[in-house]
């Protein structure tokens, strides 16, 4: 317990009385949770629970080196990022320093949402049009761009219905449970170049495009070889502008490749990045080329208080610094590569498993009722994380039908902590939920 702290749960009840609902997918009774280490996360009862499920402590909770780099920026200055300092220039340099040389120019914000909708903001600057093409099934933020290109039915069950004129949305390409499945899900980069033609040839060209690189918000799914580099090729074919959201995915997380876009051979135009980036700490980029960031100048003005304030930058630079330092894809490949056999194998003794998605530790296992018509397991999958949680493990389900297992831990789990989740996982399994 933190000091003083003698409410004991009486602070869920405040909770639910003074902030508004966010959590709908969270347990009924959370545990309260006061401390992390690593891939730990310590409940005000003295329960340790391994966190199966933080993108958001890319580097594990409360990393000394992080803790140490925002601590020294604090004592020594935090400000609004009109001043001139040196921790915001170096950091931009390494972030760019991470990808394709014409990606060169930096915006900085607190959060993904802001860095989808300035992604959105700079393509309709940049193009001076209105229309955006989007994947279904998506969730991107919640301001109002990134909220208008989220179709989530997870999220808003008339996501679809309710879009404004300006969204225009392709088929989720997942070739598990989508229209096309397997060899057959090549045909989603085709249709989703003819929706882009279409607009086109309507008179109203897209200002681009905006999609996961690597369909996080469905588990994980890879999209088909070759589907990014079709559509973006359209979508430049007609002046428009290939946005990637690497919020989730990006950063080292799938392992084999530091940024989603890589898996597909592909190169976008603007890429927006948060989560994972800051460790915990508000923190979301935007990268793009000089051109389209000069571009923005058209239609507003960009100015963020706090987006890469120094004490910012320096958690964003020490987050960097113990991904690379520390080897931390490289433990995503390794670790989350052994973890995916595990799970292939528990697949083959427990039926409701319908399949394991992902890379790295962007792994995601998908509950269905039958493997041939994949019915979503929706309610199993709540129950399951449940019993996990009994287990000691924090676990919480994703995707449209919130069958699908998100299994995102901490970049630095170790090879035992995985291993300890499949053997309650299995457990669940054997002994029911
Ligand atoms: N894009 C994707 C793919 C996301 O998963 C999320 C958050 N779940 C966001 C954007 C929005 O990020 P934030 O919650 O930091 O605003």
């Keep these: 317990t933190s000091e003083g702290d003698d409410d004991g749960d009486d602070v869920l009840a405040r909770r639910h009385r003074v ?29 340790v629970l391994l ?5 958001v402590a890319s580097v594990g909770h409360a990393h000394p080196h992080v803790i140490a780099a ?44 802001e860095a989808t909708d300035l992604a959105i903001r700079l393509a309709m600057a940049s193009t001076g049009r209105p229309d955006v093409v989007a994947m279904r099934e998506a969730y991107h933020g919640w301001t109002y761009a990134s909220d208008a290109v989220s179709t989530s039915i997870a999220d808003n069950p008339n996501a679809l219905a309710t879009r404004p004129a300006w969204v225009h949305t392709v088929d989720a390409a997942n070739s598990f449970r989508g229209r096309h499945r397997g060899e057959q899900a090549a045909l989603y980069a085709p249709e989703a170049v003819a929706v882009i033609d279409e607009l086109a040839a309507s008179g ?20 088909p070889d070759g589907y990014l580099q079709q559509v973006y ?21 799938l392992g084999h490749w530091f940024w989603g876009f890589h898996q597909q051979g592909a190169v976008p135009d603007v890429v927006a990045v948060a989560k994972s980036i800051g460790g915990g700490h508000p923190l979301g980029a935007v990268i793009t080329t000089r051109a389209i960031a000069d571009r923005y100048r058209t239609q507003g003005y960009f100015f963020s208080s706090t987006g890469g304030s120094p004490v910012s930058s320096a958690i964003g630079a020490a987050v960097l610094d113990v991904i690379q330092n520390e ?3 490289e433990n995503a490949r390794v670790v989350g590569t052994h973890l ?9 003794r427990h039926p409701i498993i319908g399949t394991v998605h992902g890379s790295g530790l962007y792994l995601g296992l998908e509950f269905v009722r039958d493997r041939e018509t994949l019915e979503p397991a929706t309610e199993e999958t709540e129950a399951i994380c449940t019993r996990l949680l009994e287990l000691g493990v924090i676990m919480q389900p994703t995707g449209d039908f919130q069958n699908v297992l998100k299994i995102k831990p901490p970049l630095c789990i170790a090879e035992a902590s995985v291993d300890a989740f499949v053997d309650a996982l299995d457990r669940v399994l054997t002994t029911g939920w």
């Design 340 to 348: 995916k056999a595990r799970l292939e194998e528990l697949g083959q």
């Design 70 to 113: 925002g601590t020294r920026q604090m004592h020594l200055l935090n400000t609004n990022s009109r001043f001139h300092y040196r921790a915001i220039t170096e950091y931009a340099e390494r972030i760019t320093a991470t990808l394709p040389d014409e990606l060169d120019t930096v915006f900085f914000v607190n959060s993904g949402s």
């Design 204 to 223: 109203r060209p897209p200002a681009g495009f905006i999609c996961e690189t690597f369909f996080g918000n469905a588990g994980g799914v890879a999209l």
């Design 233 to 253: 090729a359209a979508v430049r074919r007609h002046g428009g502008v290939a946005i990637a959201d690497e919020v989730q995915v990006g950063f080292g997380r």
């Design 327 to 329: 080897g931390l894809q």
């Design 51 to 55: 966190d199966m499920v933080n993108n």
């Design 19 to 47: 902030l508004a609902e966010v959590q709908e997918h969270y347990y009924d009774t959370p545990p309260r949770i006061e401390r992390g280490f690593r891939e730990w996360l310590v409940d005000v009862d003295g329960r």
